[in-house]
């Protein structure tokens, strides 16, 4: 089958077809929608939770006993996990759709989405692309793991990734020979955008700025997912492919999509997503799009701050996340149960051009540090001074430095900054 020379309505019919969905009209929809003022926003998200919660109660096992929004406790995985079917609406005429977490932090979790909910997140993913410049057909590649990439299915995806022209290229394999046959194929296939996750693109972004000129002739911009982007990843991305770099955060289950915009704002969709943050920082949302099965007020494990600021120079509305601290999980804590943040371990770090990333593992006993360093600057000792840094913020037993030893990989192929190997 050509699909090449389909123009963007034919390809969206077609989309929507072959994906049993309404991508067209939501996207439509958030594009008009992230302009209207922000109190019509707030109105909108708290209206469709109100008839959320509605159906939840009349029809979602869980909810039957509780009579306001306010009232429910945080949801968490947990809960969810017990019994699935506490949480479908019986009420919901149409089929819904397994899914899974991605699992990069903890036990995956089962859920199930709508059609609604389905064009809900594709919607958001190209409004997303369309702020680096996309336009529907353009190619783009996709370097992710399982999460991004589920072909295993059927021959349906498999046309899904056709019509919408995308490449699929792996981030479990990154070695440099992949990366130079990527980098390749990226130009071979004119290809605009990446999207991708944050680690795999610092990982092929630097063996660029080391060895290679890549050819940046096709390319217009580069949007980041599923995992941190630090300020480092973003420069050193931004060097290598000499596009802009905008960064996303997402929480499916939760209906959290948010997006930058052309002035590096974090908007978040509120009109999908109902949202508040908890007494420790974490984000609960949620899912409005999602009347098959309703998860209210759901714990999505991620530390967030939010901004004060209620407009943008880009004039969305969309209310801005001003910083994801990272997900809750993501915190050492040493024997005397004090605890930090990976964000620290940024912080530490971020300043030492020569490491490129670094993973920190930890148990009741040890800590240790895994740095990835320039190969010209392998000595260990140089980098000990970080090690003693260490040791005046967090108490163990013993405490290693490896150099350039290989990360500990999960099985999605995120890479994880925090490890905790006594879980
Ligand atoms: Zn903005």
Not at 9 to 18: A, I, M
Not at 36 to 54: A, D, H, I
Not at 223 to 229: A, D, G, K, N, R
Request: aromatic share 14%; glycine share 4%.
């Amino acid at each position: 089958m050509r699909f090449n020379n389909l123009n963007g309505k034919v390809r969206f019919f077609l989309l929507d077809l072959f994906g049993r969905s309404h991508i067209q009209n939501v996207l439509n929809n958030l594009r008009t929608e992230q302009y209207l003022p922000y109190e019509v926003l707030t109105q909108m998200s708290r209206s469709k939770l109100n008839y959320l919660f509605e159906i939840a109660k009349k029809s979602v096992p869980f909810y039957r006993k509780f009579k306001s929004y306010e009232e429910l406790p945080a949801l968490n995985k947990e809960t969810v996990r017990k019994d699935l079917k506490n949480f479908i609406s019986t009420s919901y005429p149409n089929s819904i759709f397994e899914k899974c977490t991605s699992g990069s932090t903890g036990k995956p979790l089962t859920y199930f989405v709508t059609s609604n909910t389905r064009s809900y997140l594709w919607a958001f993913i190209i409004l997303s692309w369309e702020v680096a410049g996309y336009k529907i057909g353009d190619k783009v590649a996709f370097v992710a793991g399982s999460a991004l990439l589920n072909f295993k299915s059927s021959f349906k995806h498999f046309i899904f990734y056709k019509l919408l022209n995308v490449d699929a290229y792996s981030a479990f394999s990154l070695s440099e020979n992949d990366i130079e046959q990527y980098l390749n194929r990226l130009v071979k296939r004119k290809t605009k955008f990446i999207y991708g996750y944050a680690s795999a693109l610092d990982i092929m972004a630097t063996h660029i700025n080391n060895n290679s000129n890549f050819d940046t002739t096709y390319l217009k911009g580069i949007i980041c997912t599923s995992e941190m982007l630090t300020e480092t990843m973003r420069e050193n991305i931004k060097r290598a492919f000499k596009v802009d770099v905008f960064n996303q955060y997402g929480c499916n289950e939760g209906g959290v999509s948010s997006f930058e915009c052309e002035f590096h704002q974090l908007h978040i969709i509120n009109t999908r997503c109902y949202y508040e943050i908890d007494g420790v920082g974490q984000l609960l949302a949620t899912d409005l799009s999602n009347e098959g099965f309703i998860l209210l007020k759901y714990e999505t494990g991620d530390l967030v701050e939010l901004s004060e600021n209620k407009s943008c120079a880009c004039k969305r509305k969309f209310p801005i996340i001003k910083n994801v601290i990272g997900r809750s999980r993501d915190i050492v804590t040493d024997i005397n149960n004090k605890s930090l943040h990976a964000s620290f371990f940024h912080y530490l770090l971020s300043n030492e051009k020569s490491i490129k990333q670094f993973q920190v593992l930890f148990n009741h006993e040890a800590i240790s540090l895994y740095l990835n360093v320039d190969n010209g600057k392998k000595n260990i000792d140089y980098y000990e001074k970080y090690i003693n840094e260490l040791k005046k913020h967090l108490i163990f037993n013993k405490y290693n430095l490896y150099i350039n030893s290989p990360f500990l990989n999960s099985t999605n192929a995120k890479h994880r900054h925090i490890i905790n190997t006594d879980i």
